[in-house]
């Protein structure tokens, strides 16, 4: 079993592609989060069941898994089914929608923990959006508390680069529990940043392993 406290103040590199994406395969995935941690990524972030198992048998580092269902409201693993399918894939450490919102499965978000708890040996990273639910999230049981929903609740702005401020507010709350920075993370510097800013570690995805979006930066870049 991986310790929690080695990924301390480390790079977590997410490794994702959208339906539809020419890249969206599990062995593509899998090959890039091998890149990642090549190039020192403490553990890597992976969504769906094939891709969880792929970058498990293709990385020695801790696998955060997640399942996207839908594109609203609540979609990042929305119910217990989802999150124990991610555990017994293979995910260390199981990502799901930590906000304070209803499930589809009608579960509470301390009830979904406790089953993922109760019925594997992963850990529970409650992706949330704003200070109370990061609050409730601890409240529920979660293990580690991440920020990735931060300015896709309509609970905080859409900062361009990470929600500092809200690192902020968690640091000064103090909930005893690791806060993972994830978002908008473009930038070495803003890495950093998060990092002074309170947080344990640090996900960067789209700036690492999304190059439609990379190249689309440079393209807009050029135009006159
Ligand atoms: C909001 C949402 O659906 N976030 C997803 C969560 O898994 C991913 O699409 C992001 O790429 C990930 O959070 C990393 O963030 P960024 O790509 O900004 O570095």
Redesign the pocket.
Known sequence: MFKLEALRSSLIV?C?A?PGEPMRDPRTMAQVAQSAVTGGAAAV?V?GLGDIQAARSAVEVPVIG?W?DGHDGV??TPTLHHALACASAGAHIV?LDGTRRGRPDGLSLAQTIAGVHEQSPALVMA?CGSVADAAAAAEAGADII?T??A??TGEREKTSGPDLEFLHELAALDLGLPVIA?????TPAQGRAALDAGAFAV????????PA?ITSWFADALVP
Not at 182 to 186: A, K
């Open positions: 997410s994702q959208y972030r969504q997640l996207k979609f990042i990502a992706d991440g990735t929903l300015g896709y994830e978002g908008r993370i473009h996900v960067v995805g789209t700036a690492i392993t999304h979006t």
